[in-house]
């Protein structure tokens, strides 16, 4: 007969740790759903993996923050380079009327 040992499994995206069995709760073991025991993913103590599944959850929201930041500052490159380009095409058209 198996002995089972209750672990947390922190899954980002998931509100909480999410409680799991498995035989051999360690490296490089599986769960009972299959999934592969990591020390930054798997933990004995709830109070551990609320601590890791806190953690990366903050560091979602750091890496999409530092994500919308990067996708302004191209956004305004690109604003700039379509008013530069409309300055151009209209200079060239102007130069083209006078050329007629």
Do not use: C
Not at 61 to 78: D, F, H, W
């Amino acid at each position: 007969m198996k002995t089972l040992t209750k672990m947390y499994k922190s899954v980002y995206g998931n509100p909480a740790p999410i409680e799991v069995m498995a035989e051999i709760p360690s490296y490089p073991h599986h769960d009972e759903n299959s999934d592969k025991i990591f020390e930054n993913t798997h933990f004995l103590s709830l109070k551990d993996a609320w601590k890791r599944h806190l953690r990366e959850h903050e560091a979602g929201l750091s890496i999409a923050t530092s994500n919308v930041k990067y996708a302004r500052e191209e956004l305004l490159k690109m604003e700039k380079q379509l008013a530069d380009a409309a300055i151009y095409w209209q200079a060239a058209r102007d130069a083209a009327k006078e050329a007629e």
